[in-house]
T-cell receptor, first 111, second 117 residues
Framework: SQQGEEDPQALSIQEGENATMNCSYKTSINNLQWYRQNSGRGLVHLILIRSNEREKHSGRLRVTLDTSKKSSSLLITASRAADTASYFCATEGNYGQNFVFGPGTRLSVLP | DAMVIQNPRYQVTQFGKPVTLSCSQTLNHNVMYWYQQKSSQAPKLLFHYYDKDFNNEADTPDNFQSRRPNTSFCFLDIRSPGLGDAAMYLC????????????????FGNGTRLTVT
């Protein structure tokens, strides 16, 4: 049961630009998580945002959550070539504890 | 360091030959998950255990089974692997708070890459 849907599916930007990815979900959640995955590597947790939070920051990352619109966004500022990766949002499925990943956004940062 | 360990890292099995993948954790987390990830796709949740309670995703084939004999260990059994089951299998853990809502990030193992010949 797929809960989150990211857009765009693919994003290509120049180094130094900002990248914004969006995640929409269908049912109410307790928290939403963003992950990064470099090609051929494991998943790296970026940020967990709870339903009572509107915004969280971690270094160059900013995540917002709008529960009324059932959507979240991940902003990467001043992007670097090393940010090239797939980014996934994960939200709770129908059981509450089961975390389901969206299809992801493939970000390419060109030097 | 507390962690999630998956064995083996690489597993080759023959078409139709049962295979078991294992996962252990030292985090004492009450939820354990199995995900399947194919190339260029998102991780797909197969099932999860909340303590001893097993929860199957609706679209998980019957060919996939799981066991959690204790808090620390969880196994993925593929009864009759097909070529389409070749993938990376990821085990993850998390905690659930008092009211049954998750309250931690997912902690992933390094995965087992399954090849079916």
């Amino acid at each position: 049961s797929q809960q989150g849907e990211e857009d765009p599916q693919a994003l290509s930007i120049q180094e130094g630009e900002n990248a914004t990815m969006n995640c929409s979900y269908k049912t109410s959640i307790n928290n939403l998580q963003w992950y990064r995955q470099n090609s051929g590597r494991g998943l790296v947790h970026l940020i967990l945002i709870r339903s009572n939070e509107r915004e969280k920051h971690s270094g160059r990352l900013r995540v917002t959550l709008d529960t009324s619109k059932k959507s979240s966004s991940l902003l990467i500022t001043a992007s670097r070539a090393a940010d090239t990766a797939s980014y996934f949002c994960a939200t709770e499925g129908n059981y509450g504890q089961n975390f389901v990943f969206g299809p992801g956004t493939r970000l390419s940062v060109l030097p | 360091d507390a962690m999630v360990i998956q064995n083996p890292r690489y597993q080759v099995t023959q078409f139709g030959k049962p295979v078991t993948l294992s996962c252990s954790q030292t985090l004492n987390h009450n939820v354990m998950y199995w995900y399947q990830q194919k190339s260029s796709q998102a991780p797909k949740l197969l099932f999860h255990y909340y303590d001893k309670d097993f929860n199957n995703e609706a679209d998980t084939p019957d060919n996939f089974q799981s066991r959690r004999p204790n808090t620390s260990f969880c196994f993925l059994d593929i009864r009759s692997p097909g070529l389409g089951d070749a993938a990376m299998y990821l085990c993850a853990t998390s905690t659930v708070g008092r009211w049954g809502a998750p309250d931690s990030p997912l902690h992933f193992g390094n995965g087992t890459r399954l090849t079916v010949t």
